[in-house]
């Protein structure tokens, strides 16, 4: 069975030790949809009163992308190098995917999918007074390379 990597010996929850890893380029990349009607689609595709929904999404994906650590407890605070935050429509909604990237001794697939989430959020925030019955779905790590455990690809 695996060790969970944030928790110590007693069963406490800890930061991972990372200070004797060596640093590699660490790439990960992540996705979520914001589901709605096809009505919602179009007015946010026109612009909602609020502005242009698409870059909205995207330039609160990148500033969340950078607060990962004030966010999650136990994540590293990490001199990113690299951030792409995407939101496309597609059929049922608006798809977001956002790819996180640097030189170091830890992963970056939680900024990537810290950046995901919000970017949703921020969608739903600009849209929710057309619609409140919106849905954040299928947020998941597409993919992630470098470090000790190699590149995971999902199916």
Do not use: Q, W
Not at 14 to 23: L, Q
């Amino acid at each position: 069975m695996k060790k969970l990597s944030h928790i110590d010996a007693k069963g406490r929850a800890a930061m991972v030790d990372v200070g004797a890893k060596p640093p590699t380029r660490r790439v990960a990349l992540a996705c979520g949809e914001v589901r709605m009607t096809a009505a919602t689609l179009r007015l946010a595709k026109s612009g909602s009163a609020k502005g242009d929904v698409f870059a909205a999404a995207r330039i609160a994906g990148i500033m969340a992308a950078k607060r990962t650590p004030e966010l999650i407890p136990l994540c590293h605070p990490l001199a990113l190098e690299h951030i792409k935050v995407d939101a496309e429509p597609f059929a049922h909604g608006i798809k977001v995917t956002a790819s996180c990237a640097l030189t170091g001794r830890t992963g970056v697939e939680m900024e990537a999918l810290t950046a995901v989430s919000v970017a949703c959020l921020t969608i739903y925030d600009m849209l929710k007074a057309a619609e409140r019955g919106m849905t954040i779905t299928n947020m998941r790590l597409l993919h992630k390379s470098g470090g000790r455990s190699g590149t995971y690809d999902a199916k």
